[in-house]
């Protein structure tokens, strides 16, 4: 089951520590995306790109970065700015444009101690 | 700005019943509806769209302008529909217009 891959499943960080979580696809979409999951608050957008070496905030981008060198790779750090890391990180991808589906990865479970 | 409401955390049928999930939603222009559903243990993955007007698993959904919703029905609930189910919308047109917001999600438990 290819398509769009995150790694690790699980990650264990210290406070105050910045952490990468990666992101591929090999589905040549152009358009990729990084979402939060907490309980009882559905998804919620951190970033997108549209295109490589092109990227937006979404609606939480604060204490987050990300950057897109390839297409097939959109990596997001968290930072230490981040007030509460400890979530679930979902990534997706998808033809570029509005109404096209996109697909997500397996997720990245995020602990902080 | 674009809201979408999901009024129910928890929805609870019998096995055959008919089982309605709510989605209202707020845009000022014309959007596009979808519905992603997560079974256990899996990846969310996209369950129907608005625009192709197709039944997936049983389930269809209608768009409501004047109401502004976008429910997703079905008429005979099984055990495999169990999972979280979201509503998203996308509004049309280009710039940062194609984003995806979705709703809180509803957890849907189908009891034998």
């Known amino acids: 089951d290819g398509g769009i891959t995150q790694s690790p499943k699980y990650l264990f960080r210290k406070e105050g520590q910045n952490v990468t979580l990666s992101c591929e696809q090999n589905?040549?979409?152009?358009?990729m995306y990084w979402y939060r999951q907490d309980p009882g608050q559905g998804l919620r957008l951190i970033y997108y790109?549209?295109?490589?070496?092109?990227?937006q905030k979404g609606d939480i981008a604060e204490g987050y970065s990300v950057s897109r060198e390839k297409k097939e790779s959109f990596p997001l750090t968290v930072t230490s700015a981040q007030k509460n890391p400890t979530a679930f990180y979902l990534c997706?991808?998808?033809?570029?444009?509005?109404?096209?589906?996109?697909?997500f990865g397996p997720g990245t479970r995020l602990t902080v101690l | 700005a674009q809201r979408v409401t999901q009024p129910e955390k928890l929805l609870s049928v019998f096995k055959g019943a008919p089982v309605e999930l709510k989605c209202n939603y707020s845009?000022?222009?014309?959007?596009?509806l979808f519905w992603y559903v997560q079974y256990s243990r899996q990846r969310l993955q996209l369950l129907l769209r608005h625009i192709s007007r197709e039944s997936i698993k049983g389930f269809t959904a209608d768009l409501n302008k004047g109401e502004t919703s976008f429910h997703l029905k079905k008429p005979f609930a099984q055990e495999e529909d169990s999972a979280m189910y979201y509503c998203a919308l996308s509004g049309m047109g280009g710039g940062s217009n194609y984003k995806l917001t979705f709703g809180k999600g509803t957890l849907l438990t189908v009891n034998p």
């Open positions: 790109s549209q295109i490589v070496n092109d990227f």
């Open positions: 997706a991808s998808s033809l570029t444009g509005g109404f096209n589906e996109q697909f």
């Open positions: 845009y000022s222009g014309s959007p596009e």
């Open positions: 589905l040549n979409h152009d358009a």
